[in-house]
């Protein structure tokens, strides 16, 4: 941080007061003009931490979506069915057994396994063939669709949460004061949005220091820079991609029982979450897992405030800072050159 402030002190003082004035919007209490201004607290706290929560659900999604495509070079435009299928997987379960949490190995076990079959007899015989991988991943998107559509119907699905996940949660941050008692007023958030926002922190960070600190993620980025060259050291290149494509399918899937918990399924999901997908990673940077968490949060926060503030203009701005970023920095805010 000290050296990026002293190669660029006009951007780090612009972060430096950004940082300062979010600050100020989180923890004081706002006065009568700024109310009048753009609205409640309550209103802006709410879109804040909607924004973020909902990024952690595109970091999950995101996450494996860069694992295969940034890292592996594989165009897998079918990985917003894996997200629908897990979270229907997901639902299943849930029902079945009445425990919410074991739809969640259900969905990575299963959505995993379809991640192997597709990297066998998929991405291994078209190696490096980005547009005919393109085609083929778009046609199976489609056939899944109508698969799903002929299994669950075009119903809206929740996955039901546990008791202890159920309801608000008290926080320390005021939205106002009382004008009857003159205390102050505390936000109340749902418990499950935080639970899913401190497990997609646990997740990214696991991921990170898989892929940067463990011999299995070193032979994971060997095996992108030099495939050739790992594969002359014995280390069975394709097992090692088979595995990869199946943790990334297998979040994707892990991705949709937490959607499927807080938000909805249905039809058109799959779309909603890969679009999601391509924008986080586009603009985080490719095989960046701090990039795709970045990208995540700006989009996610992006989409909450444009649905709160101006809701006619929500989706285009995720696609302005898409366009902004590929105008500035072409390999993403993390991304490698």
Partial sequence: MGNFAQRHPFWATVIAAAVAIALW???????????????????????LFNGITLGALYFLVASGFTLIFGLMRNVNLA??????????????????????LLAFPA?????ALLG?????????????????????????SIVFADLLL?????????????????????????????????????????????????????VGIAM????NRTRIGMIIRAGVDDRDMLAATGVRIQLVFAGVFAFG??????AGVVGGSFQSLAPG?????????????????????PGAALGALIIGTAEQFGSVYFPTYAVVLTFIIMVAVLAFRPQGLLGRA
């Fill in 25 to 47: 919007l989180i923890f004081a209490v706002w006065p009568g003009w700024l109310v009048d201004l753009i609205g409640s607290k309550k209103l802006f706290l709410n879109a």
């Fill in 150 to 202: 002929w299994i669950w119907g075009g119903d809206f699905y929740n996955i039901g949460l546990p008791s202890w996940l159920s309801g608000p949660m008290d926080t320390f941050l005021i939205t106002g004061v009382s004008r009857r008692t003159g205390e102050f007023l505390f936000l109340k958030y749902p418990m499950v949005r935080i639970v899913i926002f401190a497990a997609s922190v646990v």
């Fill in 107 to 111: 969905a990575f076990i299963i959505v």
């Fill in 208 to 211: 990170w220091l898989l892929l």
């Fill in 79 to 100: 990985h917003g069915s894996l997200y629908l299928f897990g979270g229907y997987i997901g639902y299943e379960f849930a029902n079945w057994t009445g425990y919410w």
């Fill in 116 to 140: 192997v079959l597709m990297q066998l007899f998929v991405f291994q015989r078209m190696e490096g063939q980005e547009l005919r991988q393109t085609l083929v991943t778009i046609g199976i």
């Fill in 269 to 289: 999901e799959d779309i909603r979450f890969l679009l999601a997908s391509l924008v986080v990673v586009i603009v985080g940077g490719m095989g960046s897992i």
């Fill in 249 to 254: 399918a297998g979040l994707a899937g892990v």
